[in-house]
């Protein structure tokens, strides 16, 4: 039985960058490109009528922003996984794309094999982070002295949650950490809510960002060892 294609919604207030979008994920049959907006607002409204299972989310957008459109999105659509675009000097923006909810993050110069990739990440509830973009979230959080997490110490986790907190962060699907850790699909939920509870995030992304910003995580000596 086949599967139902991806639909995928694209905001972004530049017409030929939505256009080479388009182009680019015409070429995947498995991908079926819902429409498009070119402002937060627009996306919204027509979000609600497609239910898309993707949005590929500029972050400097006329009208609504791509991270008020996210916070709204993540409200009213919650199935929905959001990809977010990005230049190069816009880094400032991160903490605030993530903290609104998109799991995933890319530069607006990456390749068909790239989007693919964080595509079928995300679907899988998976984060995804180019490479440039794990360097700029890095500096970014240990540079920044308004840590979202600051108040709760590393110390309030037990070794397993602060184990799988490194998984999530190492982008592995809850069913890939319960059969490395040989536990069960449910335990592994249970463990990632308890997380999520303590230091009041409401995505996978708020558990990426606590776990850098404590050193839970360290995201470049990981990259170093994939």
Avoid: W
């Avoid at 709204?72 to 675009?85: N, Q, S």
């Avoid at 009041?200 to 050193?215: D, E, F, L, Q, V």
């Amino acid at each position: 039985m086949n599967k139902a294609p991806v639909k995928v919604l694209i905001a972004d207030d530049h017409a030929i960058f939505r256009m080479g979008l388009k182009d680019v994920l015409r070429l995947e049959k498995s991908i079926d490109v819902k429409g498009e907006a070119d402002n937060g607002q627009t996306l919204i409204a027509l979000a609600k009528k497609v239910e898309p299972d993707i949005v590929l989310m500029d972050i400097i957008m006329p009208e609504m922003n791509g991270i008020e459109a996210t916070q709204i999105l993540r409200k009213e659509i919650p199935g929905a996984k959001i990809i977010g675009l990005t230049m190069y000097d816009e880094e400032h923006l991160l903490m605030d794309m993530l903290e609104a909810g998109a799991l995933g993050y890319l530069l607006k110069n990456t390749n068909r094999k790239e989007l693919m990739e964080a595509i079928d990440s995300v679907l899988q509830h998976r984060p995804y982070f180019c490479k440039e973009i794990t360097e700029k979230l890095t500096r970014v959080i240990t540079q920044t002295t308004n840590k979202p997490f600051d108040k709760v110490p590393p110390s309030v986790f037990s070794d397993r949650e602060k184990e799988i907190m490194q998984l999530i962060c190492n982008e592995f699907t809850t069913k890939e950490i319960a059969h490395q850790l040989k536990l069960s699909n449910r335990t592994v939920d249970g463990h990632r809510l308890r997380i999520m509870d303590k230091i009041g995030a409401k995505s996978i992304a708020g558990i990426i960002t606590y776990a850098i910003s404590t050193g839970i995580y360290n995201i470049r000596k990981n990259n170093r060892a994939k």
